[in-house]
């Protein structure tokens, strides 16, 4: 149980945290978590955001996937409203690499973000982002990978994601987030995945997220999700 626990604290990957709101200046998000699906793949990620201006964000994502892919991204998010009104929008922009064997390949991306917050049900956010994402072409990682395990875990050498999410804070120290993700991959069939979980305060900074991701479409396996979320 501890070998598990230690597996899934580092292993799963991360929720499109940012959303169209700007980190504070100086303020700075850290997440560890994890996903380990019924087939036995994991995945683990780090994710870092930090506020530089009142409308600029930088971010820091690294990523593992079951020893076959390793990835790092840093991207700069620019707010595109005035703060002003219920609505919020954002424009992100990142590169980094991604290692797979002894190939080291470039990555793109950009997206585009909206976000509203709400005060029913004990208040809450509505966030909407569409991805895109480029990589160099490189050697398969393993030979056969499994769909599940590609459509899960691995960088696809072209890809668009849209990620649509509710949040509600039903009471004080408890979130319930559920995100339906939608991704069209170069290599692979559309698939579509709902995630659900909750997040829970724990002593000091720390909050501890729960949640389950299921496959609605597409080759994609039923998986845990587990992560801690800090901020300072």
């Known amino acids: 149980m501890i070998r598990l626990a230690l597996i899934l604290s ?35 990620a780090l994710y870092v955001e930090h506020g530089l201006t009142p409308r600029t964000t930088l971010g820091i994502e690294i990523g593992r996937a ?21 609505n919020r929008f954002a424009l992100q922009s990142g590169a ?19 976000g509203r917050g709400f005060n029913r049900w004990g208040g809450g956010w509505l966030t909407a982002q569409v991805l895109g994402k480029m990589t160099g072409r490189g050697a398969d990682p393993r030979e056969p990978v499994r769909p599940s395990f590609a459509a899960s875990f691995l960088t696809a050498e072209r890809v668009v994601k849209t990620d649509l999410t ?8 408890l979130m319930v987030i559920n995100s339906l993700w939608l991704e069209e991959r170069q290599d692979e069939a559309f698939s579509a995945r709902l ?3 909750v997040v829970l305060d724990a002593p000091g900074p ?3 997220e729960l ?22």
């Open 211 to 232: 949640g389950m991701v299921h496959p609605v479409s597409g080759p994609a396996e039923r998986a845990f999700r587990l992560g801690t979320w800090i901020e300072f």
């Open 10 to 44: 580092l292993s799963f990957p991360v929720v499109a945290l940012a959303g169209p709101w700007p980190r504070e200046v100086g303020e700075t998000f850290l997440s560890l978590s994890g996903e380990h699906n019924r087939a036995g793949n994991a995945y683990g």
């Open 206 to 208: 720390v909050q501890i």
């Open 166 to 173: 509710l949040g509600l804070r039903p009471r004080d120290g």
């Open 195 to 197: 995630m659900s979980s």
């Open 66 to 86: 079951d020893q076959a892919e390793t990835s790092a991204i840093v991207w700069l998010q620019r707010a595109l409203d005035d703060g002003q009104g219920p």
């Open 96 to 114: 980094g690499v991604i290692r797979r064997g002894d190939d080291v390949l470039p990555v793109v991306q950009g997206s585009l973000s909206w």
